[in-house]
């Protein structure tokens, strides 16, 4: 999101000794860091855990090189902002995750760079790219070796202009009780026109819905959802109208994979909500639904912070999971308010997006 406006939300973050992935750093000055994913106390034994399938899911809002200006990012050293660094630096933090799904946002030079250099690593993809004039959208990343994909369907969350009772409650001006507020703008006409509802839910925010199949010998069928919400805090109404449309659409396509190759599908929602802890869209994503937050849950608490600029900290991305069959094992840990790494901001010479990946491992258990 634009630098901008929240206070630092803190939670518990996690500490523990796993594996270490060390990235290398944009700059030669800077010292590499390491992530690591960190076991959790609740899981299983290993040693039995280590007998059934596992797979790893990261999700990452790499922040589109269109929105990469110094004015944007005057804390960021200019040579952490240059395309050519900063894709190779995203690209090796790929790398180095090794996850089998990605879900990643923010996600432009698709067709130029991304595609084919996944490929080269191992993956396939999926792609919506956002409406109008942008020029970055919502991919998955997978590795055939792990999951074979059935079916997908994309978001484009622009639909909720035709839908007669979405643009009714934000016609009313409020959902859940929620006055609108004007956008910022200069314009008096546009200030004017963003009580349209017709004007403000066309925002130009997609999503895609996944569905694979695990190369695990029950062939057990997950659900994948990625997606990006728009990102003006003063448009709360317009949040959580794509919040609701996203799980309706879920729900949908949840039935549909599920009469479909019957079965009992599981669940993994992950993307940039741009929402703190709390707010609106978290309460209505983890009360509305059978979802649960993969950190709150299972980590302890959300991370301090997954999203750090001088102008904003807070956390803004979850992932969300769903079913009984499966069990995060290990998390991956998110620096704290204190990591040298962090200070100053991001984009820096450690991190090449504002944003910082989140993820698990996860064991798929056998059904009763």
Wanted: glycine content about 6%; charged content about 20%; aromatic content about 10%.
């Amino acid at each position: 999101m634009p630098p901008g406006s929240c206070l630092l939300r803190r939670a518990p973050f996690l500490s523990s000794t796993v594996p270490w992935i060390c990235r290398r750093t944009i700059s030669t000055m800077a010292k590499p860091i390491c992530s690591r994913f960190v076991n959790l106390e609740n899981c299983e034994d290993m040693t039995n855990a280590s007998n059934g399938f596992k797979f790893r899911l990261i999700s990452y809002n790499i922040l589109a090189q269109v929105y990469v200006k110094s004015s944007y990012f005057p804390h960021s050293p200019s040579s952490c902002l240059k395309w050519k660094a900063r894709s190779e630096c995203i690209l090796l933090d790929l790398k180095n995750l090794d996850a089998d799904f990605f879900c990643i946002q923010e996600l432009d030079e698709y067709n130029n760079f991304y595609k084919s250099k996944m490929e080269s690593l191992g993956y396939l993809s999926l792609y919506m790219k956002r409406n109008g004039q942008k020029r970055d959208g919502c991919g998955i990343f997978y590795k055939p070796s792990s999951a074979e994909l059935l079916q997908m369907e994309e978001i484009d969350y622009n639909d909720l202009v035709n839908c007669a009772s979405t643009l009714n409650v934000i016609g009313s001006k409020k959902i859940l009780d929620l006055e609108i507020e004007d956008a910022p703008t200069k314009d008096v006409s546009q200030k004017h026109q963003s009580n349209d509802p017709h004007v403000r839910l066309k925002r130009d925010c997609v999503g895609l819905l996944a569905a694979f199949k695990l190369n695990d010998p029950s062939n057990h069928i997950i659900v994948v959802a990625n997606t990006h919400i728009y990102w003006d805090p003063n448009w709360a109404d317009v949040k959580l109208a794509q919040a609701k449309y996203l799980l309706s659409r879920l729900s949908q396509f949840k039935e549909l994979i599920s009469n479909k190759f019957t079965c009992i599908p599981s669940v993994l929602v992950a993307g940039d909500f741009n929402s703190t802890p709390g707010d609106e869209v978290y309460q209505y994503l983890v009360l509305a639904s059978e979802l649960c937050s993969l950190y709150a849950t299972h980590g302890g608490g959300e991370p301090p912070f997954t999203n750090c600029t001088p102008g904003f900290t807070g956390t803004l991305d979850y992932i969300f999971l769903g079913g009984s069959r499966l069990k995060p094992v290990s998390i991956l840990e998110v620096p704290g308010p204190k990591s040298p790494d962090i200070d100053g901001g991001l984009p820096n010479h450690y991190h090449p997006s504002d944003h910082l990946p989140i993820g698990a491992d996860f064991l798929v258990l056998h059904s009763s």
